[in-house]
């Protein structure tokens, strides 16, 4: 009868514990508050009402990174804000430094809506800040055209860009500086994994900010680095086995210079996917095909073509490099929902493993 009255009692602890475990990190104000990953993501219907804040912030415009710093042209970024509704938790709002956060960085096609919004819109829903960052806005008088965007912003600036939103977030009291990452696509893919670089990051964010990880979808595998040490953040690179702008033994190779340089590295490609998979837009063909592109990336952070030894300072020296090594022929982009659903799922576990503090797996 002793032992029957304990078993009882010790089952009656158990239930009472429970409620207040879960509820222990809300009133200690720990990291496990708001966010909630889904599978699948917020569909379009459960988005009604998530809408995005227009924000600016102070940024800059260096060419390479060999020339960011106090001296670089000083830029302000503009950007789409999207936060976690209010009292989504149960209260009247987010505790303070509860909310992690996901800086995205578009393509050479700008900000889409059916890919920059919607992931900022879903990832709100799931309870993480999104700030979505238009590189190109914020610097119409360099480049009106397609081709001249190419030419006269390039992807240090978008990373400059990311790195400022990382210090403007850090600003917002609601967010936790220590669970951002940054996630890009196409072109800003490139400069997404560019960050994790120390060489970039150390001349881009001199004050120390580091994105807690770094999401690649699609991202020609361009640049090598002559110094491989990276933030040590975890870096997730998807593409599609059917895209013609990834050359796989290269970003083989380029994820393997991840590793040796000290961040957990993952790979994920996806059988027949073509580039833009997730950007609404039907099967057609675009751009032109820079596979064959080699650039380095010096100690202090000039930007050579490993080719010619020419220094990409400029744009007219970039015009010159990608003149020679573009090859004149479009690739396939296309959307499919099969995919995206497919890349939501490893992008969420990535994200859930960074946002609790346990890394890409």
Do not use: K
């Not at 989504?88 to 960085?105: E, I």
């Not at 040490?229 to 190779?253: M, Q």
């Amino acid at each position: 009868m002793v032992s029957t009255s304990r078993g009882f009692a010790r089952r009656v602890l158990r239930l009472l514990a429970c409620p207040l475990l879960a509820a222990l990190p809300l009133l200690i104000g720990g990291d496990a508050v708001a966010w909630t990953l889904r599978d699948p993501w917020p569909s379009q219907a459960e988005l009604a009402g998530v809408a995005p804040q227009e924000v600016s912030f102070p940024s800059s415009s260096p060419f390479t990174p060999a020339q960011a710093g106090p001296s670089a042209e000083p830029t302000a970024a503009l950007g789409y804000l999207y936060l976690p509704r209010p009292g989504a938790r149960g209260g009247g709002g987010p505790a303070a430094r509860s909310v992690p956060a996901v800086v995205l960085l578009h393509g050479a096609g700008g900000v889409l809506p059916a890919r920059e919004h919607l992931y900022g819109r879903q990832l709100a829903a799931m309870g993480a800040a999104a700030l979505v960052v238009d590189v190109f806005g914020a610097r119409r008088e360099r480049a009106a055209g397609f081709t001249e965007r190419l030419l006269e912003i390039t992807e240090t600036m978008a990373l400059a860009d990311a790195y400022a939103a990382l210090r403007f977030l850090s600003q917002r009291p609601e967010v936790d500086p220590r669970r951002v990452v940054l996630l890009g696509f196409s072109y800003g893919a490139m400069a997404s994994t560019y960050g994790v670089w120390a060489t970039a990051a150390e001349r881009l964010a001199p004050g120390g900010e580091r994105f807690a990880g770094h999401a690649a979808f699609y991202g020609p595998s361009i640049a090598r680095f002559e110094d491989v040490r990276t933030t040590g953040a975890p870096v997730l690179i998807l593409y599609g086995e059917g895209d013609e702008l990834i050359v796989p033994e290269r970003c083989a190779e380029f994820a393997e210079e991840l590793r040796r340089g000290g961040s957990r590295t993952t790979v994920v490609s996806y059988t027949g996917a073509l580039h833009q998979w997730d950007g609404g837009l039907p099967r057609r063909t675009v751009g032109r095909l820079l596979g064959a592109c080699r650039l380095r990336v010096e100690r202090d952070g000039t930007v050579r073509d490993e080719r010619t030894r020419l220094p990409m300072s400029g744009p007219i020296l970039r015009r010159v490099i990608l003149a020679a090594c573009v090859e004149d022929r479009p690739y396939l982009i296309g959307a499919d929902e099969a995919v995206r659903a497919r890349s939501n799922r490893e992008l969420g576990r990535f994200l859930d493993g960074v946002f609790r503090g346990g890394g890409s797996r």
